[in-house]
Structure formats: structure tokens, C-alpha cells
């Protein structure tokens, strides 16, 4: 299986510029579609092992599956619990960066939809059991697939503007 198939989950808001949550909960079963019949699908613990380890790093944040666009951000943190694939975003300070975060701020967008290729999968009782997977990018999106996979918030790292830390500085002087 080599298209890149899409899945959603729920973001929830907060601060900040880095968005994080789940991208993909584990274990629960969610109906979904690939451009033709809906049928049940679940993600196992261990999925996306290989992939993060191999290509982390080069995972992006899009609007919407608009890979064709510029990314609105990169993952700084991609890694598997028991309850799913955690990860964190970092937005970039650009007007499509800015705009993707008021829409996570206002609860206007409160979803991941993760891009994957398919590896390796199993069928139990009509769900399609997805065992290894290759992440392809990360969305923000309005209508997850899983329910569970929501974003936990939107976190910021403090930043001293650089005025301030040379007049902190400065005092040390003495």
C-alpha cells in the first residue's frame, strides 16, 4: 500500500506557539474513509516506532493536508505512550503560522489529521488493525476521525527580548 491516508483527532486550546496532544490515540476504533466505502480502522501502540525513529525529525505541521503550501510548523517531540503518539509543533512566526494558531486559540480548529502510508495491518473482527505505519505530516484540522485524539493545549517557551536580558545582565556587573 503506498497512498498516503489521513486521520483526524481533537486539539484542545491554550497559549504559546507550540501546539501539542495526541495525533493518533491507541486502541480505539474510529470509522473512516479513504475516498471510498467507510470501514473501522484502530491504530496499535508501536505504529509509528520505526517511522519516528527514521524520520522524526522531517515531520511538518500542515493546514489541512495542504502539503502543497508551505508548513505552518515542524514536530520538536514525536514519541509513543500506551495511550497514543504524542506530539508537539513548534509554529513559525508567519502570517499562515499566526493565523493557525488563533484558529487553535478561538476552539475554531481543535483536531489533528495525521498523513500516513500504510505498512503493515491485520484485520479482528471487521476493524482494520493498523500495526506499523509511516507518518507523513500532521495536520490541524476541524473534523477528526478520532475523538480521542485531541490537543492538549498550546504551550509557549519564555523569551527574554533582548533589551531586557542585557539590562539583566548589566546588574550582574556590579
Known sequence: MSAILYRTAELTPGAGRTVHGIAVPYGQVAEVSDGGPTYRERFEYGAFRRSI???????????????????????VD???ERDGLHAAFEIVATRDGDDALELVRSGTVDSFSVGFTGIREH?????????????????????????????????????????IAEARLSLLDW
Open 53 to 75: 525513529a527514521e524520520r522524526g525529525h522531517k515531520i511538518r505541521l500542515f493546514g489541512n493536508h495542504a502539503t502543497r503550501q508551505f508548513p505552518v510548523g515542524k514536530a
Open 78 to 80: 514525536l514519541r509513543e
Open 123 to 163: 484485520r479482528d473482527n471487521g476493524v482494520v488493525v493498523r500495526t506499523e505505519a509511516s507518518l507523513r505530516e500532521v495536520s490541524l484540522t476541524a473534523l477528526p476521525a478520532y475523538a480521542g485524539a485531541m490537543v492538549h493545549g498550546v504551550r509557549s517557551q519564555l523569551v527574554i527580548p533582548r533589551s
